[in-house]
């Protein structure tokens, strides 16, 4: 049955991680200040608070489904800081990609370690075919040459899955990845960048120089190049079915918080959100919230219906870009809404809405930006091949 | 627990609606626009459906099917995918019936749902809008005055689908209790149904303006009885169907518009192919799965009983503005050919803008 209802499970889990995450936002500014500080792996406070997941333990029928939950935790998290968390969590995108694409005996070796994921390079973003870091096979080793940017927890991860091409002349099939883990000799950790928003973040920039790694540290093993086709692309393309809608649900989590912090600022200042009120006796600025909420509503729907049909198991590769899409959209309208709703104190660093409004821009950008996820539902609404839209 | 899962019957009745929508609505819908009328033959063949009986108890003549405001938002999508006025005129039975279901006493009940129940197609309507700008369904200026142990009516209501044909009417008003409703047989006196109201949209479906000017009626008429009626919930359930009227029209023109602009060639190529056309049908599938998501949420809350007005107005609010967005877009994909009543999408953008204003012509 159609339900939209949390189950009391599902309420005790996230509202554990409210409570995490407004002790985690109590920080978020200082490390907003500080971009080149680590939030700790443990806030001081953890020690007294026992940690939300542990709830995770009891689930039944009756509860959401994993990736749902996922999605619910992400928001959640980013409610009280993007970066900053009682407790470091930070699995990172390289691990999604041990699950999706390694063999079991990797996924037994790795998947301790926080992986990180490096595809871009600094010529080289939405297009991944792109990718001129390079591999080549020496002996039992392979040597990895080449620069990655933007490596989301490059700096702490354990290890790194790296894409690179095996021939360039291949194209998409010749591109493979690689686990690097940290130390390899010429593995660098050229510096972290400095940003917009998400400062906290840990954002690294690579160098691969001659970085000799075992030969079966190719994820899924598979050394040949295929003819013809995209080879193991579109399998690691696979991955993003997961993570987009979890990156909408990190949009939205803040999002979420500029709006709470709207409305109670509204009704500081004696400005009620009534939902029975039409146009001619609503005032601009409540009309102009349920403007922005509804938007906010219809994003995490989608990003629940993407995240649902994962759970089922079903095709939803549509679905988590209309999800990503929809809130990499929707979280800019309302932090740009909610600052314009509150005016100056709206752009005060004073309070975190300012901040949120940095934090978000990123959604509609990373793990594709908005454009590549139109790309793809219009390829599959119109039933068009790479080639035929691009 | 977060599910998106419909049930086998729900999903059987979709599957019926899909085949009468693309059997029956949409090879009428612009002969009918045209005409401004719906021939009696489609109110036959609509009220085949049961639409109206299936969720009436058994104990009152119906199928005794469970009430469902969910089923009946599925019900809408799918219907108004063939062509939303016959959609709406198709429902209009259940705007009455349901409102008596939900809200009348056995009386009310016995004395009315009968007539729903028959072989012929029967309507009543619901007399809600009213002329006047920025119309707010929650502050009718519609008055119930207490009179002896009667009420009087005052106003003037528009709107009201299928006037001329309904036997009944229920009419929200305000009384000194707040939101009312009453019941109206079309002949009291007092009560004046104009000439058919002429139309930006949603043409084919007939509606009339009702003059109450001193309607007497017993206290036995106001729906609900001495405990009167949740008309909140009955503006609720309006802003859901319309929500899910025009989820189906939006999906309409998103599935007219992908063909089309796979045929059309400009500069040697399908202008599906280029991105200003590709990533515009890529933003209107976005905004119909959001629409309908919007929609099944308020159901839901209808559905549970929960109260429905957040959910309800940020539903109605949102589609109603993106399935006129997605509308307008649909005109501009087919460029001049848009603009041509020979294809329907000028037609689905005045419905659209019609429907986007109306509170509460549909109970669902």
Redesign the interface.
Known sequence: ???????KN?KTVLDALRSESLIARKYARQYDENEHEFPPDELPEAKDHPNFMSHMATRGA????GS?MMTLIAMGSTWGDYSVRLRRRDSGLGNSALKAAGTPEQIEKWGGLTLAMAITEPGCGSDPSQVRTTATLDGDNWVINGEKIFVTTGCRADGVVVWATLDRSAGRAGIKSFLVEKGAPGFIVAHKEKKLGIRADDTAAYVFEDCRIPRSNLLGGKEEIPKGGSGGFKGVMKTFNMTRPLVAGLGLGMAEAALDFTREELSRAGIDIA???????QSAAAAKF??L???F???K??M??AS??ADKGETNNI?AS?SK??AGGAVRDITQGCIEILGPMGISRAHLLEKWFRDVRITDIYEGTG?I???I??RG??D?TRK??N | ???????EEQTSVREAMQGFASDVLRPAAREYDEASAIPDLFFQQAWALGLTATQIPESYGGYGAERSP?TNALVLEELAYGDAALAVAAMTPCLFANALLDHGTDEQKQAHLAAFCGDSFHTGSLALSEPK???????PSTTAEKKGSGYTLHGVKSFVPLAASAAHFVVIARSEDGLDAFIVPRDTPGLTVSETEKNLGLKALQTSELRLDGVDLPAAQRLGGAKGADV?RLINQGRVAISAVLTGLSRAV?DYC?PY??ERVAFDEPI??K?SI??R???M??EI???R??T??AA?DLE?GRDA???A??AK??VAEKSMWISDNGVQVLGGHGFIREHPVELWYRNARTLGVLEGTATV
């Open positions: 049955m159609v339900n939209f209802e949390l189950s599902d009756e509860d959401s489904g749902v939902y029975d009120v039409q146009g001619t006796t349920i403007e909420e509804s938007a509503e219809a994003a729907l989608t629940l219906r649902w049909l679905e209309v899409a929809k454009e996820q139109r790309m539902i219009a609404l119109l068009y035929e839209l | 627990m977060i599910s998106f899962e419909l049930s969910f700008p920025g119309f707010d369904p929650f502050a909140r998103l992908v602009s796979k599906a192919q991105q590709a990533f049908l890529a933003e599938h976005m799965e959001s629409s998501w919007m099944w949420k839901s549970a007005t957040r959910s107005t940020m609010r949102y």
